[in-house]
């Protein structure tokens, strides 16, 4: 066990629709990214934040926002939903603004009909 | 091009067999990361390689780091079963907005 928690594990939703994902860092982690893992396109990064603000930018599409609150849990954010944006999606966390070690939640598993 | 190219993408090798991943990237960077995938699992970070030169080791598993030849590999000492797993290496473009990119993953597969 990373420490680090996602909600939900499994997601099925419709195209058009919004989704939030939630990932909680590990106890004294500042940062959290998020990933996104598909067949198709890999394992690819998607943004980062540290300590409520927005480090760096990967891979994020317009329609996907990112946010982290105050007590460091971040939500990631995903409108207009197409079939390709089924995908597992990972958060991480780590202790500080340089990325290093990371520890990854389990993912969460968003199957868009 | 942020690119960053892993090979080989498959391997199947017999257990007690040494072996070598190979991961190159297109442009400077000084910090790159070896991660481990089983099936269905998460990710699970192996080593954090820091500045050329750099090797790490944790028992059968070696990684070290050539900036100078934008290299990294991952070396297997005598593959026992329990490796099984997918590899992924990545490397942080500190001068591209600290993009982080993924290498495609090196399936392995070790027979018994």
């Known amino acids: 066990d990373s420490g680090v928690t996602q909600t939900p594990k499994h997601l099925i939703t419709a195209t058009g629709q919004r989704v939030t994902l939630r990932c909680s860092p590990r106890s004294g982690d500042l940062s959290v990214y998020w990933y996104q893992q598909s067949l198709d396109q890999g394992l690819q990064f998607l943004i980062h934040y540290y300590n409520g603000e927005e480090r760096a930018k990967g891979n994020i599409l317009e329609r996907f926002s990112a946010q982290q609150f105050p007590d460091l849990h971040s939500e990631l954010n995903l409108s207009s939903l197409e079939l390709g944006d089924s995908a597992l999606y990972f958060c991480?966390?780590?202790?500080?603004?340089?990325?290093?070690?990371?520890?990854f939640g389990p993912g969460t598993r968003l199957l868009v009909l | 091009e942020l690119k960053v190219e892993q090979n080989p993408l498959f391997l199947s090798m017999q257990e007690g067999k040494n072996y070598t991943i190979y991961c190159n990237y297109s442009?400077?960077?000084?910090?790159l990361y070896w991660y481990r995938q089983d099936p269905g699992k998460s990710l699970e970070s192996l080593f954090v390689?820091?500045?050329?030169?750099a090797v790490k080791q944790e028992g059968r598993l070696m990684a070290s780091l050539d900036t100078k030849a934008r290299l990294s590999t991952l070396h297997i000492t005598a593959a026992v079963h329990d490796l099984s797993a997918t590899y992924f290496c990545a490397v942080l473009f500190m001068n591209s907005d600290d993009k982080i990119i993924f290498g495609k993953g090196t399936r392995l597969h070790i027979l018994p």
């Open positions: 991480a966390s780590s202790v500080g603004v340089r990325v290093e070690t990371q520890y």
């Open positions: 390689l820091l500045s050329n030169g």
């Open positions: 442009t400077t960077s000084d910090r």
